[in-house]
């Protein structure tokens, strides 16, 4: 009488199956994925800001308000800082769509600066533990709005 030994096949795909189950359960503790997606919706606003940016300084140079430290362009009435928008939430949801729901607008720490953070993080104040975009309004004609991006606590 032979004797046979090692593993059937139907207990190599039970095992196998069980494998799966868990590293399906497990893999979503292990991987942040929902970070790596706050930082790339924080990095497509910064090009949506830089593209209105670059609509509204050129509005304002049809308009000649791009030299002038404040101004206010026409259609629609955008507060322009020589040119760009200005650092408020007002002027800055005019130009480019920042829903309550997704979007904290904290225009009120330091002036001529803008924090958006995405919902439902809230603002931190040292760059090691931020996810949040900072405008900087213009200080100077011909000198562009900084867009500060810090995803190191996304």
């Known amino acids: 009488m032979k004797k046979n030994q090692g593993f059937t096949l139907v207990e190599l795909v039970i095992v196998i199956v069980i494998l799966g189950i868990l590293a399906i359960t497990a893999a ?4 942040n994925l929902s970070g790596d997606a706050k930082a790339s919706t924080l990095s497509a606003l910064k090009g949506s800001l830089e593209s209105a940016n670059a609509m509204v300084y050129s509005k304002a140079i049809l308009q000649s308000k791009e030299k ?3 101004e206010t362009l026409e259609n629609p009435e955008v ?3 020589y040119g760009y928008p200005k650092a408020t939430a007002d002027d800055l949801g005019l130009v480019i769509e920042l829903s309550s729901d997704e979007w904290i607008v904290d225009a009120t720490s330091v002036a001529g600066k803008v ?3 995405p919902k439902p993080l809230v603002y ?5 533990e ?3 975009l900072i405008y900087s309004e213009s200080t100077a004609a ?3 709005p900084v867009l500060e991006l810090q995803t190191q606590g996304c």
Not at 28 to 31: E, G, H, N, V
Not at 124 to 128: C, D, G, I, N
């Open 28 to 31: 979503p503790k292990f991987l």
């Open 68 to 70: 002038a430290a404040t």
């Open 79 to 81: 507060n322009v800082v």
């Open 115 to 117: 924090v958006i953070t």
């Open 124 to 128: 931190k104040s040292t760059a090691a």
């Open 130 to 132: 931020a996810c949040q």
């Open 142 to 144: 011909g000198v562009k």
